[in-house]
C-alpha cells in the first residue's frame, strides 16, 4: 500500500479521496484499529516495484505518498 495521508477529520479523508479516485488511483479510506486516525491509501499491489512506481506518480502529481509495509 501507498499511504497518501493520516487524518483525524472523516471529510478531509473523503475530499483526498475523491480527488485522488478522479485521477484514476484505487484509493481505500479506512479508520486503523491501532490510532484513530483516518488512513487514506491506494492499493494494493501485487508487488513492491508497483508500489514504488505509483508512489513515484503520486510524488510527481504533489502528493507526499510514503510505502506502507
Not at 4 to 19: F, H, K, P, T, Y
Not at 27 to 53: C, K
Request: aromatic share 6%.
Amino acid at each position: 500500500m501507498v499511504q497518501i495521508a493520516a487524518v483525524s477529520d472523516q471529510e478531509d479523508a473523503d475530499v483526498l479521496g475523491a480527488a485522488l479516485r478522479r485521477r484514476g488511483y484505487a484509493v481505500i479510506v479506512r479508520r486503523q484499529p491501532s490510532d484513530s486516525l483516518i488512513h487514506v491509501q491506494i492499493g494494493p499491489f501485487a508487488n513492491r516495484n508497483d508500489a514504488y512506481a505509483t508512489r513515484q506518480k503520486l510524488l510527481n502529481d504533489g502528493y507526499n505518498a510514503i510505502l506502507q509495509p
